[in-house]
C-alpha cells in the first residue's frame, strides 16, 4: 500500500489549494478515503471522509463550506478542495486508508497560510 499525497504550499489567507492523494497497492474503490491534518503542537485530526461511492461521508465543522472532498476510482485518486483558507488551516495534510488495523498512512503535505 502507497500513499502520495501533494498540492500542499504557502498560500495567503481567503486563497485555495487542491490537495491530491495517489493510492496504489489495493482495491482502492473498496474503501472510504480520509483525510487528516495535524498543526504544530496539537493532535492529528480528522477533516473529511469520503464514501467508495464519491458521496461525502464527513467534514469537519470548522472546514464546512470552504472544503471539498471528491475522489476518482478509474484513476485510484483522493482530492481535498480547499478554499477560503485561513491560517488556522495551515496544518500537515495527510491522506489515510484505513486498510487493516491501523491503516496506511501517506507522507503528508504541507499547508501554510499565511500573509
Known amino acids: 500500500v502507497q500513499l502520495v499525497e501533494s498540492g500542499g504550499g504557502l498560500v495567503q489567507p481567503g486563497g485555495s489549494l487542491r490537495l491530491s492523494c495517489a493510492a496504489s497497492?489495493?482495491?482502492?474503490?473498496?474503501?472510504?478515503m480520509r483525510w487528516y491534518r495535524q498543526a504544530p503542537e496539537k493532535e492529528r485530526e480528522l477533516v473529511a471522509v469520503?464514501?467508495?461511492?464519491?458521496?461525502?461521508?464527513y467534514i469537519r465543522d470548522s472546514v464546512k463550506g470552504r472544503f471539498t472532498i471528491s475522489r476518482d476510482n478509474a484513476k485510484n485518486m483522493v482530492y481535498l478542495q480547499m478554499n477560503s483558507l485561513k491560517p488556522e488551516d495551515t496544518a500537515m495534510y495527510y491522506c489515510?486508508?484505513?486498510?487493516?488495523?491501523?491503516?496506511?498512512w501517506g507522507q503528508g503535505t504541507q499547508v501554510t497560510v499565511s500573509s
Open positions: 489515510n486508508a484505513p486498510i487493516g488495523a491501523v491503516g496506511y
Open positions: 469520503i464514501a467508495t461511492s464519491g458521496g461525502s461521508a
Open positions: 497497492g489495493f482495491t482502492f474503490s473498496s474503501y472510504v
